[in-house]
């Protein structure tokens, strides 16, 4: 028989949690755009140009750019200039799937540190150009870091050599402001940057014209933003009516397509206005799942797929996640086991990642990204944006993803409920999903506007 939770979830955040972050106890993880860091590149080797699913620059401009190791176990990328030529040269990093964010906010940071005083350069750019300046940066030879945007030159203060410099910008897009702070002390604060008809696409690190090529160390590059992409599946909830079962409509309707009959999934309203998803089963010899399919009963096979969620667990017991095919569940691109002993197992068709050192706790929300780049067959975990795997092989080949399955395992408990919100795959490429997809995003704005803050 269900636990009935509705009186608990009505009691304090610190319960079921899903909006609090709304409510300002707490600011919600970031999902990352870029996710750069270098401690997993192998050290002594020059960066590759793969891109922002594997924490990569697109372009080197003919840079040196090699990974070093600092202390044990943390690396970072030191960048020189061999003087090969003259003229300005910058590695330039893009988001995800190559998307230039229009709406919304963007927020920027890294880590940088000069070697010497040289004429370094770090610009933000829409996609597929470097025409807009949303920011240009310029590390002078006499110790000046200035600021200009398309409305003008905006500033400047000095830097030091060998210091390291942590830069945190955020972009409005709706308001077209920005502002900026150089090791938290504020350089200036929304500033019309004076672009109208392009959004933020490109982020470039090197040196202007006339350097002397002097090296400097880069790391924890960071981009967040709302991807501007189609969305296969979307279910925030707040549409359907809490106290009744989820139907099974399809992504078309922001419902599962399926559930085994051991399954019990409650729309409840976790606050006043705010629903979630509670899963639990009622036999716990069998393991149970509910199953979500794409849009149109796509099967991804090409280009990047981003998969968001928020997930609960009321117990610490025995629970599951699937990221399968379409209609069957034999190709096992991922698996998340949360597991009795409170340790996360993580799984794929290659086999195990780890088994142990990652834990989770109950009555705690956790927000998850996992990105997968369907054509390098790879995959990445992120939670609470924080890296769990990066640039992992799933070994998949014959399919495509297709279906995503929250499930109770065998042996639970019947206290042991999975609580879901904010489920949303968005598809860098969707060029197999019908006209439908225009509804699918317009029904759920505000769902979105919540889930993406």
Known sequence: ??????????????????????????PPPQRYALYV???????????????????????????DSSVIEVTPGHNLLRVSNDLGSNDARRLRWEMMGNAEVIVGEVKISFDLTPSALDRFSILVRESSGSSRSFLTLTLGSGGTLSAADESGPIGQINYTANVLMHFEMVFDMDARTSSMTVNGNTMFNLRTFGIADRGIGRLFFGYT???????????NVRISAPLPFPVAL??????????????????????????????????????????????????????PNLRWQFLDNLEVRTGVAIVD????????????L?????????????????????????????????????????NRVYQYRLVFHLDAGIYNVFRDGIPLARERSHGVSARGLGSILYSISNGALPSAHLQLDSLRVSLSKAAEISSDIEFLHEATTAFVARSTR
Request: overall charge negative; some cysteine.
């Open 209 to 219: 014209n006339g350097s002397n090529g002097r090296p400097f160390d880069l790391d």
């Open 1 to 26: 028989m269900r636990v009935s939770l509705v009186s608990l979830l009505l009691v304090v955040c610190s319960i079921i949690p899903f909006d609090c972050y709304a409510r300002g106890v707490a």
């Open 309 to 320: 969620f928020d997930l609960s667990m009321t117990t610490i017991d025995n629970y599951a």
């Open 37 to 63: 860091y270098f401690d997993n590149k192998a050290v002594g080797e020059p960066i590759g140009n793969r891109g922002a699913t594997f924490g990569e620059p697109v372009y080197l401009s003919n840079l």
């Open 234 to 287: 979307e279910a925030g909830f707040e549409d359907k009516i809490a106290g009744l079962p989820i139907s099974l409509g399809g992504a078309a309707v922001h419902e599962p397509v399926s559930k085994d009959l051991e399954i019990e999934a409650i729309v409840l309203e976790a606050l006043p206005g705010v629903n979630i998803l509670d899963i639990a089963s009622t036999n716990n010899a069998t393991a």
């Open 322 to 362: 699937y990221l399968r095919e379409r209609d069957t569940a034999a190709q096992s691109f991922m698996t998340l086991q949360f597991q009795s002993d409170g340790v996360l197992r993580l799984n794929d068709a290659n086999g195990t990642v780890f088994s142990g050192g990652v834990t989770y706790v109950a």
